[in-house]
């Protein structure tokens, strides 16, 4: 058919591994450091919060990872998720370019989050836990926890930043829905809460407060482990399934990218549909490829941070980590994009960015709005503000074919729809959103306060 619209693939093509991409890189990750001592850590030191299945795929060097079969009975309520190949984009754009995107909004929870959320409640259950403590920002990867422990039968505790809590009840109803019980944060539930509260009562809280208020859960009791949904090295392992699947339709359209984008908050989605096309470059069996991370203006952890350690959370109480930073003190505007509100990004994504490999924009947030309801009127889907920066860049790149006459290729992911995200769009709709370039001075004032451990010192 040479119309085709939607690229589906049977269940049995769901991926049996996991693709890592951490023995195919140009030059190895730095050593995460202990934040007391200042020295690389190891696994004992991560075993009060992570199963060690979970700390073992964190620094594995091996290619391939199986996922067990209780995970893709999992995942087949959802994958193998749809690719689309965007026909009405492309006529309403005039572009020669051809635009694919992989909807990982098909997932009960509305985003790609789950595909990970999954494992880790299958390895903690597995290793004897019962009960998960967690951040959210959007409210996305608090619902994909409390989706995944219900499979499990896991309690699930989501300290859910306070912009959001407030911005998205329907997301708590979600959770809670799933059975997962919802504190707004900052909250009076840790003493890291308690403290933020004190010095700022009104603290519309960040991704770095809630992080550490989970984590102070989880350290303080043998019952409950930690789950972080971005980021970390296991994470975005997890997410390699979106760009395993995406290869194979492709080929169906016998196709494969030029470009592939994806929206960066932590860097998991990137990660999903970027990586396993990473290989083929690192690998060398195929041609340049250009890969595209989108991150929001307001938060530019790629295109204006620095490459140094950092802490993960605000307090200063997980591990350092290399990675690109605005400091681990900076707190975002409150965009409406609350799932890209982080202040660092995944060392595997920093580390690709800082050798060259891969590229970074960073759009504003009323621009992205556009483009996602250009590509919701034409395609139907309306996104999450997170997608949205990825929609706007992979709209940029087809205007740009429309200028030069090339016919690429783009492949982008959809991460997420945004049928919560209706506030957003009435603001947007009204005229009401703002927009926040790069605050300077904040982000200054926050990277003087980086830990004083390896080139940072
Ligand atoms: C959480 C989220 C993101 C950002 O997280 P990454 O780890 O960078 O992928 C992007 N899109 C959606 C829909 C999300 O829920």
Known sequence: ?????KYLLPESEIPEAWYNIQPDLPRPLDP????????????????????????????????????????????????????????????????????????????????????????????????????????TGAGQWGSALALACTFFGL???????????????????????????????????SAFGRRVLAADPDSPGSLGIAIS?????????????????????????????????????????????????????????FAGIAFHFLADQLAGTQKELQVIAVEPAACPSLTKGVYAYDFGDTAGMTPLVKMHTLGHGFIPAGIHAGGLRYHGMAPLVSALYAQGVIEARAPLQTDCFAAAVTFARAEGVVPAPETSHAIKVAIDEAIACRESGQGKTILFNLSG?????????????????????????????????????????
């Open 32 to 135: 995460v450091l202990h934040p007391g001592t200042g020295q690389p850590i190891g696994p004992a030191d991560l075993a009060p919060l992570f199963p060690m299945a979970i700390i073992q795929q964190e620094v594995s060097q091996e290619r391939w990872i199986a996922i067990p079969d209780e995970v893709r009975a999992i995942y087949r309520l959802w994958r193998p998720t749809p690719l689309f190949r965007a026909r009405r984009l492309e006529r309403a754009l005039n572009t020669p370019a051809r635009i694919f995107y992989k909807c990982e909004g098909a997932s009960p929870a509305g985003s790609h989050k789950p595909n990970t959320a999954v494992a880790q409640a299958y390895y903690n259950r597995e290793a004897g836990i019962r009960r998960l403590a967690t951040e």
């Open 1 to 5: 058919m040479d119309d085709q619209v």
């Open 155 to 189: 309690e699930c505790k989501v300290y859910m930043v306070k912009v959001s809590y407030q911005q998205k009840p329907y997301r708590r109803s979600l959770m809670e829905t799933w059975g997962a019980t919802v504190v707004a944060s900052p909250s009076g539930d």
């Open 417 to 457: 729809h945004g049928n919560f995200d209706m506030q957003a769009y009435d603001d947007y709709l009204a005229g009401r959103l703002q927009d926040y370039a790069y605050p300077v001075e904040k982000v200054e004032e926050a990277l003087r306060h980086l830990p004083p451990v390896g080139a940072n010192a």
């Open 213 to 269: 208020e989970a984590v102070e859960d989880a350290a303080g009791r043998t019952d409950t482990n930690y789950s972080l949904g971005s980021v970390l090295n296991h994470v975005l392992l997890h997410q390699t399934v979106i760009g395993q699947e995406a290869k194979k339709q492709l080929a169906l359209a016998d196709a494969y990218p030029d470009v592939v984008i994806g929206c960066a908050g932590g860097g998991s989605n």
